[in-house]
């Protein structure tokens, strides 16, 4: 597999579930992202992994839980979501010099379809 | 807290050159992103200005002016393709990173 891999593309979960996304990267990147897309919205920042350490949550509720177990990997867990939760996640890669430095191109896996009843 | 601001939607004609405006009022600038995004597709990542000044590549540049609160995306030989949504982000230091982003604009190319 090449470029950014996200899995499932699709997922229905309802509000007492539990489910996570799966984000893997064969970039060889060191930093990743996941990324909000709600119908009608902007397109949300949710959190950045450089190096292995969160340095960006952009105020996401806590029923959002990211994990980054390695630079290639990156999970979404997903715990009691509401319906204004269903979008579109995506993850994202790029390759970075330190925490805080110019940031470079993006790369962008296909995203995973949530819908939450 | 921080404002972005693009139009809505824009048209040009095919060949032509389009400038792409985006105006922000933040505190900690850290930097400003241009995304293209075609419907029904993840977003590409365009550019990443911190510095004042254009930075060329290729067909597209962008442009940033911190003492203005200023960037534009300016796209030359516009293409069929280029149709699709732009969308401006700033990143933001204030002790911790925040990238907000704006609403996009569409541009349409017409013939």
């Known amino acids: 597999e090449t470029g950014v891999t996200q899995t499932p593309r699709h997922l229905v979960m309802g509000m007492t579930n539990k489910k996570s996304l799966k984000c893997e990267q064969h970039?060889?990147?060191?930093?990743m992202y996941w990324y909000k897309q709600s119908a009608k919205k902007p397109l949300e920042l949710m959190f950045v992994y450089n190096f292995k350490e969160q340095t960006e949550n952009n105020s996401v509720p806590s029923r959002f839980s990211p994990e980054c177990p390695n630079s290639s990997h990156l999970f979404l867990h997903l715990h009691t979501l509401q319906p204004e939760d269903s979008a579109l996640y995506l993850c994202?890669?790029?390759?970075?010099?330190?925490?805080?430095?110019?940031?470079?191109?993006?790369?962008f896996g296909p995203g995973t379809r949530l819908t939450v009843l | 807290g921080q404002n972005i601001d693009q139009p809505t939607e824009m048209t040009a004609t095919e060949g032509a050159i389009v400038q792409i405006n985006c105006t922000y009022q933040?505190?900690?600038?850290?930097?400003l992103f241009w995304y293209q995004q075609h419907a029904g597709e993840a977003p590409t990542f365009l550019s990443y200005?911190?510095?004042?000044g254009l930075e060329e590549k290729g067909r597209f540049s962008s442009f940033l002016s911190r003492s203005k609160g200023y960037s534009y995306l300016l796209l030359k030989e516009l293409q069929m393709k280029d149709s699709a949504s732009y969308l401006c982000?700033?990143?933001?230091?204030?002790?911790?990173?925040?990238?907000?982003f704006g609403a996009g604009t569409r541009l349409f190319v017409k013939a």
């Open positions: 200005n911190v510095l004042d």
């Open positions: 970039l060889g990147h060191n930093a």
């Open positions: 994202a890669s790029s390759q970075e010099k330190g925490a805080g430095g110019r940031l470079n191109e993006q790369f």
């Open positions: 933040t505190s900690g600038f850290n930097g």
């Open positions: 982000a700033v990143r933001r230091n204030t002790g911790g990173f925040k990238t907000i």
